[in-house]
């Protein structure tokens, strides 16, 4: 590409964290997701090639993710002339790791940063709900908002949207293990009924407001204590072959926490020390294994950075 | 009263605190209720005599919420002596400001004091919850805790029962005033629904996220964006008349946040300045006279003590 090009990178996101539904997501190092762009003076934007979708993905721009993002942008800011765009999906689909919310971040937070940064990279978020929007059917924030600016994000509010960057523990280390098992996001969501208990809510409101707490204090008691979820786990939990023996395995290695990462079928467990987390992830592949469930995963720190340029 | 007599003081509590219905209360360093105990050796509670309750109080130990706390203790550490204990109820009873938990605490905690402290302080809420049952139905953990232990807390969980002592801006000063109006706290909680939207609860997550993370970071923009109800508040304030005017008179005089007390009729006000919370208590105490209802305040800050020997 000419020197009007540009590659950003996206972080993967687990969104939820347990007793933070639809409030809370945090960022990982790796996997994530890559979108080149070049300017182009013809109006439109071109999709030249998706990588790493194995032809599962729309290449029409009004169903893309990542260019539906870019196009709203586009309309924000009056942008007229076009672009070449090629997304490289570097993380799996429909994993529960914020997939299309990791294209939408890079393609959005790309061509804000070719057009010199016009927006600050906090605007761009609402943008990015656009392509979450035609993903997912509805633009869930706490994927797009934690990929986008990283560290630990909380969407205090849709309306007016409000995103808090929470203070955690720097040593907190991350497992994402995503197994080879299709769930579908909507689906997913489905089996959430639109009314819960009054008891669940209460339950869920005190976990919360501990885990912040504990994340907070970085009382790593704390948040272990308050890593429960009442709302959606019971129910999802169902559509993941093995998740009480994969979430057990992953406590008894030693895990702070383990839960549903977004609406799965990917497990997130969080530790306190790289060794003992690469550990849990390999018990964890290999609890998976015992069911005859192939599975990757992921093991970092939580990613402070969110979105970034990979070159120029 | 012999040497061998005590007194306690156990502060008035605000509960729920907008966002955190059931989990979150706060202690404030006045009004509050007064327990003096002097042993005796024949076997029971007598209470001796109850004052300023304007002859409300049950006198029967087994009814009254302070004997029914003490008597649980009794029953736990095998106490077979007897107490004469007078209750100084200092402060509105049916007032939204934890008055039950008040005499609970205060009672549990003198005869823990009198009697050496065989438990420590954290360990007395689980016979003033018992109080708490006898006074209002049900044994929610927030006032009582809050009086106990002082401070912001935090009930993560009830079922094993779990306090956290939340960090919270030193100098926060609170406003609590408190309506000629009677409420009924078992009636007030019958108006909250078993079922809620999920909505509604992922709204109050975001909330109950945001203002334990602005308390924690000392954001009081945060704080103040934090402190919405929409589980409690839309039904209970329609029992308190003016509520929406008192409200907004707070907000107008520069409160950062406003709200129910517990179940009502009282209503909460935080503020950053001392001077600024007498004249928002004294223009919230007006618009209440504009509506003919005469109403008591009481301004301080946050007590970071709880539960105290007042003499010895």
Redesign the interface.
Known sequence: MSRSSIKAFAPATVANVS??????GFAVENPGDEVEIELTTKPGIEITSILGDKGKLPTDPKLNSASVSIQSYFDYIGYNDGIKMILNKKMPISSGMGSSAASSVAGVFAINEILNNPLNKKDLLKFALQGEKIACGSAHADNAAASLLGGFI?????DPL?I?S??YPKDLIVIVIHPQLKIDTKAARKL??????????????????????GL??KDYN?IS??LIDV?AEPKRSKLITGYQEIKKTAIDFGAIGCGISGSGPSIYALSTNLKKAENIAFEMKNKFKSFDIDSNYYVSKINDTGAKIINK
């Open positions: 007793c933070g539904f639809d409030v809370l909380l969407v205090r509010s849709y409000d808090v929470l203070e959430i009924s639109s009314n819960i208990k009054l008891n669940s809510a209460v339950s869920q409101l005190g976990n919360i407001a501990g885990l912040i707490s907070s204090q704390l204590r308050s709302i």
